[in-house]
């Protein structure tokens, strides 16, 4: 049987295996992960916190290694019946809180005109975007019919799990995305894309812009398609100092989240981002997640209880011994005592993990009852 095949059979037993059963708690409030999830996009203290690992569909999985066996990384994002196998794989396998859909950051940007080359080597744009021109022939694309197998595939992972499931979607951020378009692929200092800003600012104003205005109408068709949040991917802001940070990758962002929210919580990830949080904050986003360099509680006391905090374990430490990833995972949680705040990673799982190490996490973190449920922070 190829895998195809295999993943279309198990996609058609999803109402049979994935288990949705609502969440007893000792404190008598009845949650399924949905409502979990939700509640703690808008701060509220809860009895236990919602669990989920970026990148949770990978490589570190055997079911997801069969499968890459045989079709390539973009085959798999462009094939709904692929896709809905390898997002509901975590969710069968760990028991996750929540279902992010598979898909990759850079789709927007082929489908904005780019050529793009996904291997095991990392993402490659052959074209990439490097003057006025090359930022004029960038197109505005419909999302239905230019990126229609991931809405499809969102509605079938919805259907697959019911409504008592988050189903999660996602996009890069502007100045990251622009960071893939501008050099082509991931370089260390991103000298490229610096040059370009520096030198055209108003031109590299533009690129974020275009990209802001095709980002709204992606995750818009996500949201209809049936998400219960997003996350923007901000994966290389910290490569930024503050003032170029507030000039140029905010107002970005901050386009895009004033024109989305409302509908959904909006999850907004900065990675090594502790000297732009004062700025990350004004994002506007319902969530900021974070990576393992912040500490939350220092957080929570800058930023208060308007924002719900996301994170932020280091993924070495599922490489540690069981006690030790029970011991800081118990700390993660500590650390907002359940008070607006959903479990995860720092950064995406790492390739090799073990996939006990993985289970262990979410185990941990689903089983660590932390206070009696209380009205919203906000």
């Known amino acids: 049987m190829d895998c195809e095949s295999a993943a279309r059979r198990r996609w058609a037993r999803g109402f049979a295996i994935l288990s949705a059963e609502p969440l007893m708690t000792s404190s008598s409030v009845t949650l399924n992960r949905k409502d979990l999830f939700l509640r703690a996009c808008r701060g509220e203290r809860l009895p236990r916190v919602p669990v989920w690992m970026m990148r949770q569909a990978g490589r570190y999985l055997p079911e997801y290694r069969e ?50 080359e996904l291997g095991d080597a990392g993402p490659n744009l052959p074209q990439p975007v490097r003057s006025a021109a090359d930022v004029e022939r960038l197109r505005m694309f419909d999302p239905e019919s230019d990126t229609g197998f991931l809405m499809e ?54 690129l974020l812009s275009k990209i802001a205005e095709a980002t709204v109408g992606y995750l818009k068709a996500q949201i209809a398609a049936g998400v219960a949040a997003v996350q923007l991917f901000d994966t290389w802001c910290g490569e930024l100092a503050l003032p170029d940070y507030e000039a140029f990758a905010l107002p ?99 390739q090799h993990t073990p996939v006990e190490s993985a289970k262990l996490f979410i185990e941990t973190g689903q089983q660590a009852e932390v206070a009696e449920a209380k009205p919203a922070a906000r």
């Not at 079709?71 to 969710?91: G, W």
């Not at 259907?159 to 996602?170: D, E, S």
């Open 252 to 350: 970005a962002v901050q386009e895009i989240i004033s024109r989305v929210s409302g509908t959904v919580p909006i999850i907004y990830y900065t990675k090594a981002s502790g000297h732009l949080m004062s700025a990350v904050a004004q994002a506007g986003a319902d969530v900021l997640s974070v990576d393992w360099r912040q500490d939350l509680r220092e957080l929570r006391k800058k930023l208060g209880p308007r924002v719900a905090l996301q994170g932020n374990l280091d993924p070495a430490i599922l490489f540690g011994p069981a006690e030790k990833i029970r011991e800081a995972t118990l700390e993660n949680i500590a650390a907002l005592g359940g008070a607006g705040h959903i479990l995860n990673l720092g950064h995406g799982i790492l």
């Open 67 to 116: 499968i890459r066996a045989k079709h390539a990384f973009l085959e798999v994002c462009k094939t709904p019946d692929l896709a809905v196998e390898v997002s509901l794989q975590p969710f069968r396998r760990l028991g996750v809180d929540a279902v992010i859909v598979f898909s990759d950051i850079l789709i927007p940007a082929e489908a904005m005109g780019l050529p793009l």
């Open 153 to 206: 595939a969102i509605r079938r992972i919805s259907r697959a799990v019911g409504p008592t499931v988050p189903v999660l979607g996602f996009a890069a951020a502007p100045w990251t995305l622009a960071c893939y378009m501008v050099e082509g692929k991931t370089k260390e200092g991103f000298a490229t894309v610096k040059s370009f800003l520096y030198h055209q600012p108003k031109t590299f104003r533009t």
